[in-house]
């Protein structure tokens, strides 16, 4: 985003309530124009079904993790919109699993149209922004991660060539043998599948509260300042002074494994941080930290909790927290203002952010076949590789 465009959607947020009516009455034309317009997912073009197959087996394959213990749905379960919002015993989880021995910081993020976030050249990925700026980067990234998936690709390659199942599949949708390069290929082609399906605001089909809820967040709301566009996002980082989740710091694991990452990504002096850095973690630019990227408002019905670290449990404390003018606790929070939103309004915005979400919820069935163990490779050295 440019300075000028920057400037002009801080511009914005601080035009709510009164002020905002009179300008849309002045200038006869929505408070939205100059943001990209939201509107339906456009359609794109079907990925290879085989290789959507073979994705969707890898996406639920513990194998394709270090130690054989967790699948991408671990952390990405279908029946929980492919987030996590409970623990293996059915209690609320604000908070992601991670590698096996450590527990993460952050909430896991939807991959449910992700596939939509691939406009955005030069966005990184991730609460932070700190990943790569497209979809099998950000694979890449998430297998190799210590804290996520541990995984060695040379390891991938020799376990899938060790697995008839993927051995047919790689030559069959990838006329080759198999490899790293073509999971993380297989696993895009999967994600990609992902999408809103019948969302109300996609076919028209809104309620009259939802329709009231869409003139507030394009008008006296500014929820469009940042998000905006199909994707209902700007991939911009932004700093709305979100609450620390303090569970990252009282759980001594959860602790490690944050610090353990702003370690590896260079951030100076992790013992004194009582905060998630957010967007620092990339940019290393002190005004930066407390920000991160927007996240994309859709399928929301079923993707809490809310928010990088999961604070907020229901859209409802969510728009409380943003009528409030956002967070105030955080000196470098300068960004939002309070908007004086009524209880019906209230109602009416809510509505609208519902609309955004399908219909049924967005899942697949689970891949149950998958072996915990090889059979041996006879004459395994002198095996074509």
């Keep these: 985003m440019s300075t000028s465009t920057r400037s002009a959607s801080l511009l914005w947020l601080a035009v709510t309530g009164a002020a905002a009516a009179a300008l849309m009455g002045m200038s006869g ?41 967790i699948s991408c749905a ?15 015993k059915g209690k609320p989880q604000a908070l992601s699993d991670a590698y096996p021995g450590t527990s993460h910081f952050r909430n896991s993020p939807t991959l449910i149209n992700t596939t939509y976030k691939a406009g955005f050249a030069n966005a990184g990925w991730g609460w932070a922004g700190h990943m790569g700026a497209d979809l099998n980067d950000v694979v890449r990234d998430m297998l190799t991660e210590t804290l996520v998936m541990n995984m060695d690709m040379r390891l991938m390659h020799e376990r899938m060539k060790q697995d008839p199942v993927y051995v047919k599949m790689c030559q069959e949708s990838f ?20 999408v809103s399906r019948d969302a ?26 940042c998000h905006n566009g199909p994707y209902f996002s700007d991939a911009e980082p932004h700093n709305t002074g979100v609450p620390e989740n303090m569970e990252v710091f009282k759980d ?10 702003m370690s590896n990504h260079g951030v100076p002096r992790t ?62 929070a300068a ?33 149950a076949d998958i072996p915990k163990e090889y059979a041996p490779i006879k004459n395994f050295l002198g095996a074509h590789n």
């Design 29 to 69: 034309l929505s408070c939205a124009q100059g943001f990209p317009a939201i509107g339906p997912l456009p359609a794109k073009k079907a990925p290879n079904p085989g290789q959507v197959e073979m994705g969707r087996r890898l996406f639920f394959d513990p194998r394709i993790s270090g130690d054989g213990a």
């Design 74 to 88: 671990s952390c990405h379960d279908p029946k929980q919109g492919f987030t996590r919002q409970v623990d293996n």
């Design 335 to 367: 960004e939002l203002k309070p908007l004086g939103l009524s209880a019906e309004e209230k109602k009416d915005l809510i509505a609208f952010l519902e609309s955004l979400s399908s219909t049924a919820p967005v899942t697949v069935q689970p891949v």
């Design 271 to 332: 013992e004194i941080w009582r905060r998630d850095v957010g967007y620092f973690l990339a940019s290393k630019n002190y005004a930066d930290v407390g920000k991160f990227i927007t996240p994309t408002l859709r399928e929301l019905k079923y993707t809490a909790p809310y928010m990088h670290n999961g604070v907020f449990s229901t859209l409802a404390e969510v728009v409380d927290f943003y009528d409030r003018g956002g967070g105030r606790d955080d000196p470098l």
């Design 175 to 194: 006329k080759g043998e198999c490899s790293s390069g073509k999971a993380r290929s297989a696993l895009v082609a999967f994600m990609d599948t992902l």
């Design 252 to 261: 001594p694991v959860r602790h490690l494994t944050y610090r353990a990452a």
């Design 200 to 225: 109300p605001f996609d076919t028209g089909k809104m309620s009259d509260e939802a329709k009231r809820g869409r003139g507030l967040f394009e008008g006296k709301a500014g929820c469009i300042a």
